[in-house]
T-cell receptor
Framework: QKEVEQNSGPLSVPEGAIASLNCTYS??????FFWYRQYSGKSPELIMS????GDKEDGRFTAQLNKASQYVSLLIRDSQPSDSATYLC????????????FGAGTRLAVHP | GAVVSQHPSRVICKSGTSVKIECRSL??????MFWYRQFPKQSLMLMAT?????????EQGVEKDKFLINHASLTLSTLTVTSAHPEDSSFYIC????????????FGAGTRLSVL
């Protein structure tokens, strides 16, 4: 069973703080990793994609990948109340033909 | 980002009827689309992979005769829930694979199905 694990939260952070979201995956052969944001009642929207070990930065967001530890994270700097949502980690498993396996999501609450 | 349109956004139907949901990629061609289902407070579960010009590939446990998928063109895939029952009530979301963009999936807005 190829799995993606996330802490369901809620993760509560004050406005302006750094939010750190974590994800582990079981399939060591996975090659592509994605973070999606999902507001309540809406569909997911892509935040970041990462394919190689290390950090990838895009504005206030930084994705970190460590394939040896089978771990991917998302940092949100200067968190805003509008960042409050569920963050889904998604992994393209080996032999997955572009399928995505989603984690259960971490609910982030940014309070003023 | 790429635009994927999904219609209808919400549908309420009686038990036993069939419901068709459309998924269109508006600004790119998608040979591959995906259909997901999401129950409240749960994550997305992949139902099937829709391939243009060929049969869909269903995930284990998904009834292909109940969830009919047609991908007749490079921009349109449809999901038909046949003989819907209350337990089929869920949030159905499609995505389109944009191959030129490192195979990123772009999602439609979703369809909330309520079966009475």
């Amino acid at each position: 069973q190829k799995e993606v694990e996330q802490n369901s939260g809620p993760l509560s952070v004050p406005e302006g703080a750094i939010a750190s979201l974590n994800c582990t995956y079981s399939d060591r052969g996975s090659q592509s990793f994605f973070w999606y944001r999902q507001y309540s009642g809406k569909s997911p929207e892509l935040i970041m994609s990462i394919y190689s070990n290390g950090d990838k930065e895009d504005g206030r967001f930084t994705a970190q990948l460590n394939k040896a530890s089978q771990y991917v994270s998302l940092l949100i700097r200067d968190s805003q109340p509008s960042d409050s949502a569920t963050y889904l980690c998604a992994v393209n498993p080996s032999g997955g033909y572009n399928k995505l396996i989603f984690g259960a999501g971490t609910r982030l609450a940014v309070h003023p | 980002g790429a635009v994927v349109s999904q219609h209808p956004s919400r549908v309420i139907c009686k038990s036993g009827t069939s419901v068709k949901i459309e998924c269109r990629s508006l600004d790119f061609q998608a040979t591959t689309m995906f259909w997901y289902r999401q129950f409240p407070k749960q994550s997305l579960m992949l139902m099937a992979t829709s391939n243009e010009g060929s049969k869909a590939t269903y995930e284990q446990g998904v009834e292909k005769d109940k969830f009919l998928i047609n991908h007749a063109s490079l921009t349109l895939s449809t999901l038909t829930v046949t003989s819907a029952h209350p337990e089929d009530s869920s949030f159905y979301i499609c995505s389109a694979l944009r191959e030129v963009a490192k195979n990123i999936q772009y999602f439609g807005a979703g369809t909330r199905l309520s079966v009475l």
